[in-house]
């Protein structure tokens, strides 16, 4: 009797068990530097057919944003599911030379994933026909021992269910080049009104605009590849970048333009093809979200799932920039839907400090520089280039979306403010930023020799434009990555 009670219970579990969904396939394709330029977000300028296709069959997230505006703070975030300035990893490229580990706790979702049985890649070889490879960065600021992914061949993909996956794409970040097929009109696109309209700005623009083409027709081979191995209904596709573009005040800066990026998401099952969506996203987020597709609900996040059944609304996203290369600084941000509030803590820095790896790679930083040294900027130009900050800046982006008037000091605004004030204030307390800590003078020189190697090697690759523009990763230190910002 027993027996036959066992056999029936072994039936039922086998049944049910039988009965739960396959955990789909999650597939992260990374873009550089880049906003929600695309044509699908209403850039009437650009040519990216692949991505507008995609995000007919897909939700457009219309207010995502990554936790930095650079690379390294912004990855080591959304692969471990916490805010960088939470453990120590909000310092640009830092932790390259001291061994620096993760505390206990804090896990890479590929750790996670490949725990609870998921296959993980880091795609870098694709088959011939794809005709690009994956940068297979990772840009961590701690010690990465490049076993966090189990392989970089997507051939390996279909046979491994379920997979997690990321392609990292180097299109979109500087230095740019012109498109072959399809360049925007540099004479026709439209400027942020804090870009001066000047030929030597415009043509960056445009650049930056065939850039994303560019990725879009990578990114249209990838799609392709999916169909072709029959891993459309079982993969979950996201398209983000990791952080936004780098223009005159984005990447580096902690205006919308350095934080918004683009994030696409197919995945018929929970998101209705064709739909938008204007809640607030970090990409904190988009790692919680992949665990929920696993099945898995990790504790001690920072971000939670934003869509399917266990999705939740978020009030407010953060921000954080500290020390990028050669210049030192620390602004906090938090934004709602419609008001965004910035604290300078070292408000004594000018906005725009000599940095020598934009110098180089950004035109129009120094096309900038010069219409202000010679009159040329109107005032919201202009506004950039002040020798100091004020501590506290508060925009209303449903009128003011450049964040071009300050609304810290106005009567009418000073309930927002302290709200927005409170709000960051315990954020600080509660994630234990660390930012404002100072850093061992050796690994700090350390890196600027590799930040000056790198530099060295940019030159030559914009003096040679025929050579391949990325920089080979510096030497000694930890293993792989760090190819770019
Ligand atoms: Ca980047």
């Not at 996040?301 to 030192?328: E, K, M, N, W, Y």
């Not at 070292?346 to 129009?364: C, D, G, H, K």
């Not at 009128?399 to 000073?414: G, R």
Request: net charge neutral; with cysteine.
């Amino acid at each position: 009797m027993r027996t036959a009670l066992a056999l029936l219970a072994a039936s039922f579990f086998a049944t049910a068990a039988a009965a739960e969904p396959p955990r789909p396939n999650v597939l992260w394709l990374i873009i550089e530097d880049a906003g929600p330029d695309f044509g699908c977000y209403g850039n009437p300028d650009v040519h990216t057919p692949h991505l507008d296709r995609f995000a007919a069959e897909a939700c457009a997230f219309r207010r995502a944003f990554a936790t930095a505006p650079v690379c390294s703070p912004a990855r080591s975030a959304m692969m471990t599911g916490r805010y960088a300035s939470s453990f120590g990893a909000q310092n640009h490229r830092s932790h390259r030379f001291d061994g620096y580990r993760r505390p206990d706790g804090i896990r890479l979702i590929t750790e996670r994933l490949a725990e609870a049985g998921y296959f993980t890649a880091n795609v870098r070889t694709f088959p011939p026909p794809v005709g690009f490879t994956g940068t297979g960065k990772t840009d961590w600021n701690f010690f990465d021992d490049g076993r966090a992914f189990a392989s970089d061949r997507w051939a390996e993909l279909r046979g491994h269910a379920p997979f997690f996956a990321q392609v990292n794409f180097h299109k979109t970040h500087r230095p740019y080049g012109r498109a072959r097929s399809n360049p925007a009109d540099a004479s026709r696109v439209v400027l942020p009104p804090y870009l001066a309209d000047d030929p030597v700005i415009r043509e960056d623009w445009a650049a930056y605009l065939d850039e994303l083409s560019e990725v879009d027709a990578q990114i249209g081979a990838v799609l392709r590849l999916i169909d072709e191995d029959g891993l459309r209904d079982s993969t979950a596709v996201f398209i983000f970048a990791d952080q936004g573009r780098e223009d005159f005040r984005g990447k580096y800066f902690a205006y919308e333009q350095g934080l918004a990026v683009p994030l696409l998401v197919r995945w018929p099952d929970q998101l209705r093809p064709g739909s938008v969506s204007d809640r607030l996203v970090s990409l904190l987020d988009v790692h919680a979200g992949t665990l929920a597709l696993a099945g898995l609900a990790e504790a001690g996040l920072d971000g939670a799932p934003f869509f399917g059944p266990s999705a939740r609304d978020r009030q407010h996203v953060f921000g954080a920039r500290d020390r990028i290369d050669d210049t030192a600084d620390r602004v906090r941000t938090v934004r709602d839907t419609r008001f965004k509030y910035i604290r300078n803590f070292e408000a004594w820095r000018p906005y725009l400090q000599p940095m020598a790896y934009a110098e180089v790679t950004n035109p129009s930083y120094r096309r900038m520089r010069e219409l202000f040294a010679q009159g040329k900027l109107n005032p919201a130009q202009a506004k950039f280039m002040t020798a100091h900050r004020p501590e506290e800046e508060l925009y209303d982006l449903e009128f003011d979306p450049w964040e071009l008037v300050n609304l810290a000091a106005n009567p009418a605004h000073q309930a927002k403010l302290a709200d927005m004030r409170t709000t960051l204030d315990r954020w600080i307390r509660d994630t234990g930023d660390c930012g404002g800590t100072s850093e061992d003078p050796t690994q700090l020189g350390r890196e600027m020799e590799v930040l000056a190697k790198s530099l060295q090697q940019v030159k030559q690759s914009l003096a040679n434009p025929k050579a391949p523009k990325r920089v080979s990763p510096p030497s000694g230190g930890q293993p792989p990555q760090k190819t770019e910002k």
